[in-house]
């Protein structure tokens, strides 16, 4: 079945440092990719997605593209703010059999210290 | 844009106790929403598909008993813990997305604490 492989946290760095979280993903036909960001005590909310290989996402300065050659979807962003601390969560979802449900990694907590 | 509501934000409640959760889409219309568990610092895991007008799709391993859906009408699902326990205690998140092909929009959870 699919799959989502994340980054394990928890990932501290100081403000402005650059930022990568690794994704990879296990799928059959073409998936879709989403960031999402859970901030403390909160539901999540969509950061960014890309629909198809090569697509890029991207949203406040983060972004991530759609390799499907490395089955891959790294979150980046250059210049990361104290206010970026929180959860972080890659997901797909399946271009087959349930066509809505998502696929979660893990999660990666962020901490950004000022 | 899509807007998913989901009530009660946080309740405690005594051992034996059924609870019920709301989700709620508040601009749009859902056939299908999802109802997730999620334990501390751990990911989401999909309980079960809510589907308006029939019965709901559990995942394996996942009480269809104890954890009642009921998804009457296109902008509301419940999800009821029934007789709850302490192991019961989680962070439960419902989503939605008004078109098969768009992004699910996630409610802000419902932190149950079971004494």
């Known amino acids: 079945g699919d799959s989502v492989t994340q980054m394990e946290g928890p990932v501290t760095l100081s403000e402005e440092a650059f930022l990568t979280i690794n994704c990879t993903y296990t799928a059959t036909g073409y998936p879709s990719l989403f960031w999402y960001v859970q901030y403390p005590g909160e539901g999540l909310q969509l950061l960014l997605k890309?629909?198809?290989?090569?697509d890029k996402g991207s949203n406040k300065g983060f972004e991530a593209t759609y390799r499907k050659e490395t089955t891959s979807f790294h979150l980046e962003k250059g210049s990361v703010q104290v206010s970026d601390s929180a959860v972080y969560f890659c997901a797909l979802r399946g271009s087959s059999g349930s066509a809505r449900q998502l696929t979660f990694g893990s999660g990666t907590q962020l901490t950004v210290l000022p | 844009g899509a807007v998913v509501s989901q009530h009660p934000s946080w309740v405690i409640c005594k051992s034996g106790t059924s609870v019920k959760i709301e989700c709620r889409s508040l601009d749009f219309q859902a056939t299908t929403m999802f109802w997730y568990r999620q334990f501390p610092k751990q990911s989401l895991m999909l309980m079960a598909t809510?589907?308006?007008?029939?019965?709901?799709?559990?995942e394996q391993g996942v009480e269809k008993d104890k954890f009642l859906i009921n998804h009457a009408s296109l902008t509301l699902s419940t999800l009821t813990v029934t007789s709850a326990h302490p192991e019961d205690s989680s962070f439960y998140i419902c989503?939605?997305?008004?078109?098969?092909?768009?992004?699910?929009?996630f409610g802000d959870g419902t932190r149950l604490s079971i004494l």
């Open positions: 809510s589907n308006e007008g029939s019965k709901a799709t559990y």
């Open positions: 989503s939605a997305s008004p078109y098969s092909n768009q992004p699910q929009h």
């Open positions: 890309a629909t198809k290989a090569d």
